[in-house]
């Protein structure tokens, strides 16, 4: 049996209209997956760079770096003293919500560092933790926030004169 030209030719296109709808069932669901991770975060990021498919090529290197890392559980020891240092933290935040605020970055920026997370910036600490902790990075930012305007705020005020 021989094909006529039209019938090679429209075999080609149901075999090129398949591809693309594998294709898109494929991504589909590679977006899907990065939501679910993600959460918030993806949302977050596509505001941030304009557009789902360079959030999700960002993502998705946050995940290779991510791996990359030789991220290490606390010792028993560790999970003690940073235990204790949070205790303290929240007794600080009665009587200075501000310095509360700092001393709780501070500790996590040392718990990552403990954990093995590099720590070169907010920026690049904050998206590495997303990777892992997607649903707490968006308070971690929302606290580290805060920490910058109280500490801008105590320059004004010590600059102005004012206590």
């Known amino acids: 049996m021989t094909l006529s030209p039209l ?3 429209l075999g080609l296109l149901v075999l090129v209209l398949l591809a693309g709808i594998v294709m ?3 991504q589909g669901r590679h977006r899907a997956n990065l939501r679910s991770k993600f959460g918030p975060e993806y949302s977050r990021t596509v505001e941030a ?9 960002e993502l998705q290197e946050r995940e290779k ?10 010792s028993p020891q560790q999970v003690d003293m940073f235990t204790d240092g949070w205790m303290r933290v929240q007794t600080q935040f009665v ?5 509360a605020v ?10 990552m560092e403990v954990r ?7 920026e690049r600490r904050s998206a590495d933790l997303s990777v892992d902790h997607p649903q707490v990075v968006q308070n971690y930012r929302s606290a580290h926030d ?6 801008r705020e105590r320059r004004t005020r010590r600059i102005c004169g004012r206590r």
């Open 49 to 57: 760079v304009g557009s789902p498919r360079r959030a999700e090529a």
């Open 95 to 99: 009587d200075d919500p501000q310095g």
């Open 65 to 74: 770096r991510v791996a990359s890392f030789s991220i290490r559980p606390l």
């Open 24 to 26: 898109l069932v494929v």
């Open 7 to 9: 019938e090679i030719g």
């Open 146 to 151: 805060i920490s910058i305007r109280h500490a």
């Open 102 to 111: 700092s001393r709780a970055d501070v500790l996590l920026t040392e718990v």
């Open 116 to 122: 093995g997370y590099p720590i070169a910036d907010f």
